[in-house]
């Protein structure tokens, strides 16, 4: 990171290790003292800082007892746009404390304005077996936006990434959702996002799919990452599927089961809005750059599968 140019990142991703004693490899000691880890906090987020350009967007993503310090340090140095909480599925109770049930994901920028915020806007939330909606808007279906509701700064639907169709490695890793939700809100094609922590390889893969620029940093092995692009494909389907559920009022699946359980759709404004040329653009280069890059893969790397989830 020092060798990198000054004010050169529009979009700096960090999900650090959590310091909960996990083994991420000889390279990497996550048992740190408290006060220790937090000073290795700051000084990679200095570094951050200074790589991102004016209006560019900082994100970090921790457990909120990290970040509720590191917050603090960010906001006398950039300025604060959100804290958004991603809901945790499956964590376990912990003896003498309320239930934990989120991860932090802090969102700043450097200086006042952001040069991109383009939040997508998600489906209606609707019950899966009858169909109905989850919230009652009573009179206002009229006006709701034929595009979908306003994104929030509490998400609810980033699933782990348990599944082993989509687990590319056995330590935990980002789900392609949510960097595709955090690329959209703040980069557009071309724009340069870097990573410190590449893990698995989660926002290079988003990146690369999304026709963003990207650098990343990975001490412990890059293998899980260079696999990871040799199976491409597999991440460009996921996200296409993703994609199609986005700036939508109701899902497909939704509309489907609220006409066979004879739900009455007449007062929300279904048919004023229509996908775009552009937006089926997207769609289609974002598969094809998928397919492409598995072709200059398959060149160079042996036929492989994402590995089996131990969970």
């Not at 609707?126 to 009652?136: A, L, Y």
């Not at 492409?292 to 089996?308: A, K, M, N, W």
Request: aromatic share 12%; with cysteine; proline share 5%.
């Amino acid at each position: 990171m020092p060798l990198l140019e000054s004010n050169s990142i529009d979009v700096f991703f960090a999900d650090p290790p959590f310091n909960l004693q996990k083994n991420y490899g000889a390279q990497v000691n996550d048992g740190l003292g408290d006060a220790e880890y937090i000073e290795w906090c700051y000084r990679w987020i200095d570094e951050g800082i200074r790589l991102l350009k004016p209006g560019g967007a900082f994100y970090l993503y921790n457990l909120p007892k990290w970040n509720v310090h590191l917050s603090s340090y960010l906001a006398q140095r950039l300025t604060f746009r959100h804290w958004i909480a991603v809901d945790i599925k499956f964590s376990l109770p912990i003896q003498g404390r309320l239930y934990p049930s989120h991860y932090s994901l802090l969102y700043f920028i450097k200086g006042t304005k952001p040069n991109t915020f383009n939040p997508p806007r998600l489906p209606l939330e609707t019950c899966r077996h009858c169909g109905g909606e989850i919230k009652d808007y009573g009179g206002y279906k009229s006006k709701m936006n034929p595009r979908g509701v306003n994104l929030s700064d509490v998400w609810t639907d980033i699933p782990p990434v348990r599944h082993s169709k989509y687990k590319t490695r056995r330590a935990n890793e980002l789900g392609l959702k949510m960097m595709d939700r955090v690329l959209d809100i703040s980069s557009r094609e071309d724009d340069i996002v870097f990573d410190p922590f590449g893990g698995s390889g989660t926002t290079y893969v988003a990146a690369e799919l999304k026709g963003r620029r990207w650098l990343g940093v990975e001490v412990s092995t890059c293998q899980d990452i260079v696999q990871r692009f040799s199976t491409i494909r597999y991440d460009g389907d996921h996200l296409a599927g993703i994609r199609k559920k986005l700036n939508v009022l109701f899902t497909e699946e939704a509309l489907e089961i609220r006409r066979k359980k004879g739900h009455d759709n007449g007062k929300y404004r279904l048919n004023e809005y229509e996908v775009s040329e552009e937006e089926n653009v997207q769609l289609r280069l974002m598969l094809e750059r998928g397919r492409q890059y598995l072709c200059e893969c398959e060149v160079s790397l042996p036929e492989s599968r994402p590995v089996q989830s131990q969970q």
